[in-house]
């Protein structure tokens, strides 16, 4: 399977996001473990220019979770949360105006739908990857047979919980509900030699 990469800009937000998230001592010794040292220093340009690879990203995650333990999985969907309020920041103004155009035009559930297909067209753009978002029997998933937060990892459960915190912040922003109204569960997951990662995403009561 051929590695991909994400681009300096996509690298950098996931980077400060963790920073942000898991303090500088542990964020550094997360680069260290991962061999990423060289972002210690400097962090990658804010550029669309491929840098960090699959593999390590992939690395970087799992070193944090397996630095916090039973705690890991929250640490990184937390981590996810923060990366999509930054990406959100970015976007500005105009990310408000889209959810204030859909929220009047739209129905909850194709509310989400439009932002999970944006947020797979941004996906695609910053990792090559290609995310395919569906609805069934009532909640949508979005897989992702290329992921790139499991390359090289060998999990006994799913484990790219940082992609799943940030499709948690993605619905609950859309929706203007609280992050816990939202259920990101990761299905299937290639950390355990899976096909794909898949997501089911639900918010309790439906359109
Ligand atoms: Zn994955």
Known sequence: M?????TNRYARQILEAARQVIGPDAWAQALIDAGLERYQRALPPAN?????SFAEISLFCWKIRDRFGHDGPKVLRQIGHEMLRRGLEAYGWVANLIRLTT??????REQVRTAL???ANVVRLETGSAPHVWWEEGSFYWENLSCPYCVGIRSPEPCCDLPAGALEGLVAWVLGKPLDAVQVVEVSCRGVQERACRYRIGWGAET
Do not use: C
């Not at 051929?2 to 994400?6: A, F, S, T």
């Not at 669309?48 to 960090?52: A, F, V």
């Not at 929220?103 to 909850?108: D, E, F, Q």
């Open 2 to 6: 051929m590695d991909g990469q994400l």
């Open 48 to 52: 669309p220019d491929p840098g960090m």
């Open 117 to 119: 297909q944006r947020a």
């Open 103 to 108: 929220g009047i035009l739209r129905s909850p």
